[in-house]
Nanobody
Framework: QVQLAESGGGLVQPGGSLRLSCAASGSIFSIFYDMGWYRQAPGKQRELVAKMTSRGSTTYADSVKDRFFISRDNAKNMVYLQMNSLKPEDTAIYYC???????????WGQGTQVTVSS
């Protein structure tokens, strides 16, 4: 089992920045899992924001490219999402995700609310 704990959400004005953090614990080995962030806005489906493989390969949603940056610390089993130039349309619940590469099993955090509003 893998447990994920997110932190760092909140209310920010348009153009501002936030940094999300996610700590993974439990039966996990860094070389076998991908880590990422998804978000879900009211009335919309959950969508990929950014993900990073254990080798450092990244994928970003087009809507966040050059504004959001994902990073991970394998020694600490942590993943981060630096969000810059935030827009109202970035408002959503952000979920941390771990995917075990060998089994394609997904684990999710409880989510953290990000609200971008003036």
């Amino acid at each position: 089992q893998v447990q994920l704990a997110e932190s760092g959400g909140g209310l920010v004005q348009p153009g501002g920045s936030l940094r999300l953090s996610c700590a993974a614990s439990g039966s996990i080995f860094s070389i076998f899992y991908d880590m990422g962030w998804y978000r879900q806005a009211p009335g919309k489906q959950r969508e990929l924001v950014a993900k990073m493989t254990s080798r450092g390969s990244t994928t970003y949603a087009d809507s966040v490219k050059d504004r959001f940056f994902i990073s991970r610390d394998n020694a600490k089993n942590m993943v981060y999402l630096q969000m810059n130039s935030l827009k109202p349309e970035d408002t959503a619940i952000y979920y941390c995700n771990v995917r075990i590469v060998t089994t394609n099993v997904d684990y999710w955090g409880q989510g953290t609310q990000v609200t971008v509003s003036s």
